[in-house]
């Protein structure tokens, strides 16, 4: 029973670490170094332009250089507009 068990939670963790490398994989194409983003740091607070200036993929966080300021903050994708979403691209 334990070894049934055993085999049920490795096949599952098997799966959950394919599940990450291609989400990881994926944030890595859609945020690379260079690219501009439009996000903002507060909850429905403003929008601010800016370029990304390094990634973390695990953490699923941007340094983002402001273009308005020249200051990097590092930056939830939660908070990082979708192209097109705004009516601007």
Known sequence: MKAEAWKKYRAALERENEAKTETNAAFCVLFKK???????????????AGLITGVSAYQRRLLV???HTGREYW??????????SSGME
């Not at 930056?75 to 097109?84: H, K, N, Q």
């Open 34 to 48: 260079g690219n501009h983003v439009r996000y903002t740091r507060q909850t429905h607070g403003p929008v601010y």
């Open 65 to 67: 250089k402001s273009t």
């Open 75 to 84: 930056i939830d994708v939660s908070s990082i507009e979708e192209p097109g």
